[in-house]
């Protein structure tokens, strides 16, 4: 339904209204204070206070609002329901949506993580909107890759692709649940993604941890000779990683690929 300049200021005062019309004359659904500003000048903090009360516009974060659609009725925003990714797209212009979340998109594992874990290459507090916590993950320059844009919701968002999604878990397991979500990843789901694509993604990151984990998950899983070929340059070097990142420093020491074995995984207990 389409309401006259007349239907709005029946509900609201007459610059709240002069900014959601303004706001929807530009195609604006997501606004900052300084689009408020540009709309009505000195008024505009005035207004933004009387429609967040009125459940016309929700505050997203610090400078930035949503106007919340007219078919949500009565209860305004208290009833706006925004995809995760979304709201994630709008708190940052540099970033990709990884680790355990882009697990979950590409269907490499069952568990749904509460957390949107965010990468990004500048440091970011995590937050809580919409009653969803986002987790920032920042990471360096030369990890800053491996993403592509993916449709959500009829909205353009950009997610981790398999192979560096895989890549990003072996790196930071405790953004991914721990090493027991990733090996159940090879384990489950070895043939919806690259295994040699997962490699070279490692050493484009720079990280050779990454592939002492991934060499130790397929060696337990009996998988090491399918993708022998992607390891035969490969060597470990002298320090020790832990295997896991959110388990403690207990557990033994595996030489073929220096790594500190501090939780057992057990693919026969996966079996369903």
């Known amino acids: 339904m389409t309401l006259s300049a007349t239907d709005y200021r029946r509900a609201l005062g007459q610059t709240e209204a002069e900014l959601v019309l303004g706001l929807a004359e ?20 005035e207004a933004l206070r009387g ?11 610090r400078g ?7 078919d949500l009725g009565m209860k305004g925003s208290d009833a706006l329901v925004m995809h995760e990714y979304i709201v994630a797209a709008l708190l940052t212009k540099k970033y990709y949506i990884g680790y355990w979340s882009a697990l979950n998109y590409h269907g490499l594992t069952d568990q749904i993580p509460r957390t949107t874990f965010v990468a990004t290459t500048e440091a970011k507090h995590s937050v809580q909107i919409l009653d969803s916590p986002f987790r920032f993950v920042k990471i360096s320059s030369q990890k800053f890759f491996g993403w592509r844009e993916y449709e959500v919701s ?10 560096k999604t895989v890549a990003d878990c072996l790196d930071h397991p405790e953004y991914c649940g721990g090493i027991e979500q990733i090996a159940r990843a090879v384990y489950f789901y070895s043939d919806e993604f690259s295994i040699p694509g997962v490699v070279d993604a490692a050493k484009r990151m ?3 941890s990454i592939i002492k984990r991934l060499g130790y998950i397929l060696d337990i899983l009996g998988l090491i000779g399918d993708y022998g ?7 470990p ?24 074995v501090n939780y057992h995984l057990d693919p026969e207990a996966w079996m369903y």
């Not at 009829?154 to 192979?163: A, G, M, R, T």
């Not at 002298?238 to 500190?260: C, H, Q, T």
């Open 26 to 45: 530009r195609r604006k659904a997501v606004f900052t204070t300084d689009d408020a500003r540009a709309l009505l000048g000195t008024s505009a903090k």
């Open 51 to 61: 429609l967040v009360k009125k459940k016309w516009v929700l505050r997203l974060k």
């Open 64 to 70: 930035l609002f949503v106007v919340v659609p007219l």
């Open 154 to 163: 009829e909205h353009k968002v950009y997610l981790s692709d398999p192979e």
């Open 206 to 208: 720079g990280n050779r």
């Open 229 to 235: 070929s992607s390891f035969v340059d490969f060597k």
């Open 237 to 260: 070097s002298e320090g020790y990683v832990k295997l896991d990142a959110l388990s403690p420093p207990i557990g033994k020491y595996n030489e073929r690929w220096k790594l500190l």
